[in-house]
């Protein structure tokens, strides 16, 4: 399934609800998280559903290096100096709570809210 119409980030790719973009390109999109942990809190997904890491198969292998290889740029074109963190949780124990596979970067002074 290349979309889920029951999926809320499918629905952001398709512009169907508001997202505050900060990049799009043919395979990936990325913009703020709603509820942002960090100063600079954003999600890098791909266009494509993948349901979540579990669902990551050989053929998504590029994919997945061009959303880890854009990190470090998004964080720098965000004002990001001083290191980021990424991460990505998988399934319930791993505590994600939307399945459209995302990977969160953030940066900012710290204090941060959680993370
Ligand atoms: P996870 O626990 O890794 O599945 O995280 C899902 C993230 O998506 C959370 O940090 C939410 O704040 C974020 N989120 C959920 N809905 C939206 C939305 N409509 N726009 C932006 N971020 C969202
Ligand atoms: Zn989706």
């Given at each position: 399934?290349?979309?889920d119409?029951?999926?809320?980030f499918?629905?952001?790719?398709?512009?169907?609800?508001?997202?505050?973009?900060?990049?799009?390109?043919d395979?990936?999109?990325?913009?703020?998280?709603?509820?942002?942990?960090?100063?600079?809190?954003?999600?890098v997904?791909?266009?494509?559903?993948?349901?979540s890491?579990?669902?990551?198969?050989?053929?998504?292998?590029?994919?997945?290096?061009?959303?880890?290889a854009?990190?470090?740029?998004?964080?720098?074109?965000?004002?990001?100096?001083?290191?980021?963190?990424?991460v990505?949780n998988c399934?319930?124990?791993?505590?994600?709570?939307v399945y459209?596979?995302?990977?969160?970067?953030?940066?900012?002074?710290?204090?941060w809210?959680?993370?």
């Amino acid at each position: 399934m290349s979309s889920d119409p029951n999926c809320i980030f499918c629905k952001i790719v398709a512009g169907q609800i508001p997202a505050k973009k900060v990049h799009e390109d043919d395979e990936l999109l990325v913009f703020h998280d709603i509820h942002p942990w960090a100063p600079v809190h954003v999600l890098v997904i791909p266009k494509l559903h993948i349901a979540s890491h579990t669902d990551v198969t050989a053929e998504h292998v590029p994919l997945l290096g061009r959303m880890l290889a854009l990190a470090p740029r998004l964080m720098k074109d965000l004002g990001v100096t001083n290191g980021f963190r990424t991460v990505l949780n998988c399934g319930p124990d791993g505590g994600q709570e939307v399945y459209h596979l995302h990977m969160h970067v953030m940066g900012g002074p710290r204090p941060w809210l959680k993370g």
